[in-house]
Nanobody, 126 residues
Framework: QVQLVESGGGLVQAGGSLRLSCAAS????????MGWFRQTPGKEREFVAA????????KYADSVNGRFTISRDKGKNTVYLHMTNLKPEDTAVYYC???????????????????WGQGTQVTVSA
């Protein structure tokens, strides 16, 4: 059974930093693109960042570009989201997602991804 498990969320003051982790089990995602999305109550899931299967290509939402960094450690089958200069509007549940197909670059569309984690809450206080 494939599982993606996020961790690292929590409460932080504005301007602070957090690093989210997404550990995969049940299969390796070495040849699969991965992504991070976030969602607040009453809103659709929003793209945050994606990383290609190789790790050489990344993409970010405009709202987080320059503040967030996505990376991956294939040896640990884990993807990270390093978040800096956090703002109250970054408050959301953050989800990790895995592409079912191989050797792709990643996408900002949630329909692109087959596997999802349960989410981790990030709360940024003003």
């Amino acid at each position: 059974q494939v599982q993606l498990v996020e961790s690292g969320g929590g409460l932080v003051q504005a301007g602070g930093s957090l690093r989210l982790s997404c550990a995969a089990s049940g299969r390796t995602f070495d040849t699969h693109a991965m992504g991070w999305f976030r969602q607040t109550p009453g809103k659709e899931r929003e793209f945050v960042a994606a990383i290609s299967w190789s790790g050489s290509s990344t993409k970010y939402a405009d709202s987080v570009n320059g503040r967030f960094t996505i990376s991956r450690d294939k040896g640990k089958n884990t993807v990270y989201l390093h978040m800096t200069n956090l703002k109250p509007e970054d408050t959301a549940v953050y989800y990790c997602a895995g592409d079912q197909d191989t050797y792709r670059l990643g996408s900002n569309y949630p329909e692109y991804y087959e596997y999802w984690g349960q989410g981790t809450q990030v709360t940024v206080s003003a």
